[in-house]
């Protein structure tokens, strides 16, 4: 019992991550996707080929949505909430 209780908790905590980071994850995405493919040239024709790369953009889109998340909109957040507080 302990030990589902710790993979819930394992699986809670992953999706409440990629839940904070979303709005940052569906704004860069597509940027990201689209400089990475043209730039490295990936325009393979089967899935197969692909999805190595798909593994890679999905893991580079959350680094980066993870550091915008931390230097824009956490700190944006924050200010916001402590200027609703002092009002």
């Known amino acids: 019992l302990s030990e589902s209780l710790n ?3 394992y699986i ?3 999706f409440s991550y990629l839940g ?5 994850m569906y704004l860069l995405h597509l940027l990201i996707g689209s400089v990475v493919i043209n730039k490295l040239n990936l325009h393979h024709n089967t899935l197969l080929e692909y999805f190595p790369n798909l593994v890679i953009l999905v893991i580079l889109v959350i680094l980066i949505s993870d550091l915008t998340y931390r230097t824009i909109e956490q700190p944006f957040m924050e200010a916001f909430n402590n200027t609703r507080k002092s009002k």
């Open 20 to 24: 904070n980071r979303s709005y940052s």
């Open 12 to 14: 809670s905590n992953i």
């Open 7 to 9: 993979i819930n908790n």
